[in-house]
Nanobody, 123 residues
Framework: QVRVEESGGGLVQAGGSLRLSCAAS????????MGWFRQAPGKEREFVAA????????YYSDSVKGRFAISRDNAKSTVFLQMNSLKPEDTAVYYC????????????????WGQGTQVTVSS
């Protein structure tokens, strides 16, 4: 079992940056693909980014590609999401999740979820 907890959200102006962290517990953390999703009010939860167990493979949604970067530190059981050039449409609750499925962009692939952290981008 893996438990995850996000941190690092907040309020930022458009064009600014934030770095989200996801601390995971569990001895098998390094076996899991880790993903970030987000959910804006009235919208479905959507895929943002994912990283394979070794960190060698990364995946991004088209809306964040080139602006966001996902990374992981297996020694510290932590995943990061560096968000640059933020836009008001990036405003959402951001969730960290763990999966063993290779289908990394689907919500249903992820077994373990955090409670989320709010990111608000003002215009």
């Amino acid at each position: 079992q893996v438990r995850v907890e996000e941190s690092g959200g907040g309020l930022v102006q458009a064009g600014g940056s934030l770095r989200l962290s996801c601390a995971a517990s569990g001895r098998t953390f390094s076996m899991y693909t880790m993903g970030w999703f987000r959910q804006a009010p009235g919208k479905e939860r959507e895929f943002v980014a994912a990283i394979g167990w070794s960190g060698g493979s990364t995946y991004y949604s088209d809306s964040v590609k080139g602006r966001f970067a996902i990374s992981r530190d297996n020694a510290k059981s932590t995943v990061f999401l560096q968000m640059n050039s933020l836009k008001p449409e990036d405003t959402a609750v951001y969730y960290c999740a763990a999966a063993r499925s290779p289908v990394v962009k689907l919500v249903a692939s992820y077994e373990y979820w955090g409670q989320g952290t709010q990111v608000t981008v003002s215009s």
